[in-house]
Structure formats: C-alpha cells, structure tokens
C-alpha cells in the first residue's frame, strides 16, 4: 500500500463546478499537509499549506484536513479553464527521520 | 522578488557520462531540496540541504550527489548516468529546513540515451 493515494483522474468539468480533489494516507505521523498545482512543463506551484485538522481557504481554494480519517481534501469554487492542471498532495513530517511524499496527482480540466 | 532559478532547463546525455544541476534559491531561502520527477514514480525526494549541510537524503543511490555553497545556491551531480535516470529535476527550496512549504523552480529535463 503507497503511503499516499490520489486518484489521478482525468477529472473534467464544465466552467464555474465546485471540483472536489482528494488524497488519503496512512501514516499517522504526517504534521505538514500541503496542494501544489503544476501546469504542463513547469514546476509545482505551493497553493495551500495547512498544519492541524480543519479548514482553511484561500481566494477560491479551500484545504480541508481531516487527521482521523487520514483524509485531505482541496476544493476548487468557481473553477475556470485557468485551473486546468495537474493538482498534487503532499504530506511530511519530521520524527527522527524526515520524510516529505507527493501524490501522484490529479489531471483536472475545466471546460470552457 | 526572483524565483528559484535553474539551469539548465534541457540537457541531452548518453549512458556513462555524468551530469550537474545548478539552483538558485530564492533570495533569503536558506533550505534548498531535490526532487527527481518521472511519469511512472511522480515526485520522489533527492535530497536536502541547509546552510550547506545535508540535512536529508531520499532513497537514491550514492551516484546521485549534491551540495549548497555558502551562498545558498545548490548543484545536484549524477555520475555514471543510467537510461532511468531520464526525467524532470526539480529543485525547490524554503525559508527554512523540515517544512512543508517549497517553492519549485521550473526544473531541468534531463534526457540520458
């Protein structure tokens, strides 16, 4: 079992949809959970950074951390053919050992 | 404020030869780290390195090597380039070390035949 499980879609989905993208983990040491967005030959861009459970949103973008589930989630409102891209998960922590885990990522695109 | 910059950003080398990779952290960053991105593995870390310190090290083999100068910037070597070794090389790097924030150059795509 990867440490990390994201369903890397394709999604599409028509201009302004709520898009919902998510990653599970296993491992309950994981303290940083973070969204990247890469576009098509480019570098990952960090998008949102989140240390506790809960929610936190930025703009149109909300990261929702649910620790007991081992169960994150980004959510896209609003989305725009500007958003299409590939969306990755990442967790990490430090405990003796560092250990820093992309997920596969997730194709979206928006439709226009 | 500038970016992480990499070089170079293609690279096309044969089996047997040896390669480096240059960053450029952004200004004040003093964290930089390595990742080696393929279609089939995704993202998997290189290593880390802090105040010229390696600080961690991913699951690579030794060819795989890197270092920070006192000024920030970082190289990454490979040595004895193997046809696998063909992927994106991301560099990345942090205010500080074992965060989750980084911030991604645009990479070097290195291609071995």
């Known amino acids: 079992q990867k440490e990390v499980e994201q369903d890397p879609g394709p999604l599409s989905v028509p201009e302004g949809a709520i898009v919902s993208l998510n990653c599970t983990y296993s491992?309950?040491?994981?303290?940083?959970f973070m969204w990247y967005r890469q576009y098509s030959r480019k570098g990952p861009e960090l998008l949102m950074y989140?240390?506790?459970?809960g929610n936190k949103e930025d703009g149109r973008f909300t990261a929702q951390v649910d620790k007991s589930s081992k169960y994150i989630s980004l959510f896209i409102r609003d989305s725009q053919p500007s958003d299409s891209a590939t969306y990755l998960c990442?967790?990490?922590?430090?405990?003796?050992?560092?250990?820093?885990?992309f997920g596969t990522g997730t194709r979206l695109k928006v439709l226009a | 404020k500038a970016g992480v910059t990499q070089t170079p950003r293609y690279l096309i080398k044969t089996r047997g030869q040896q390669v480096t990779l240059s960053c450029s952290p952004i200004?004040?960053?003093?964290?930089v780290s390595w990742y080696q991105q393929t279609p089939g593995q995704g993202l998997q870390f290189l290593f880390e390195?802090?105040?010229?310190?390696?600080?961690n090290k991913g699951n690579f083999p030794g060819r795989f090597s890197g270092r920070q100068f006192s000024n920030s910037r970082s190289e990454m070597n490979v040595s004895t380039l193997e046809l696998g070794d063909s992927a994106l090389y991301l560099c990345?790097?942090?205010?500080?070390?074992?965060?989750?924030?980084?911030?991604f150059g645009e990479g070097s795509r290195l291609t071995v035949l």
């Open positions: 200004s004040g960053h003093r964290s």
């Open positions: 491992n309950s040491a994981f303290q940083y």
């Open positions: 990442a967790m990490s922590y430090i405990s003796g050992t560092y250990k820093y885990i």
């Open positions: 990345a790097s942090s205010p500080t070390v074992n965060t989750g924030e980084l911030f």
């Open positions: 989140t240390y506790s459970s």
């Open positions: 390195y802090f105040s010229e310190t390696q600080r």
